[in-house]
């Protein structure tokens, strides 16, 4: 016989993010809303509070004499190690986990740690955020030049 349920028990929530990388399934690519809000979100993060946080540490710790010296880079090692570890470790970003997108390689699969590189690479190239303008599901140039796409996880 079952125990009865406990009405003070914590409600449960299902956290799933999709299927597991290693898994290749044929999913829809994500639109150009659910692009939008991750650029919006990831810029925050990666470029506000990311590169706030490197310059507190380095002025902190007397690094510099100056900010202002470091600040390319500290904002190109923020954008690069945010894009880099989350993408390569988990096929998403802070803001492609909250619209419930993930980075997939053209064929499905995981893509490999070159191609995440590279995809954060061509984030550098002016004007790159309205090439997500054109087309029907949006590629843009760090889709199409990494070999890899935005899909959604959540149906």
Partial sequence: MDAPANPYEAPKADLDAGPPLEERE???GAGRGARFLNFLIDSV???????????FLIVALDLGPSVRSWWTVI????????????EAAFGWTLGKLITGTRVVAYNGARPSVLQILGRTAARFIPFEP????????PHGWHDSLSGTRVVRVRR
């Fill in 26 to 28: 044929e999913l829809p």
């Fill in 130 to 137: 309205f090439s997500l303008l054109g087309g029907s599901p």
């Fill in 45 to 55: 993060i990666s470029r506000m509070l990311l590169v706030k946080a490197l310059a």
């Fill in 75 to 86: 904002g190109v090692a923020a954008i690069v190690a945010y894009y880099v570890v989350l």
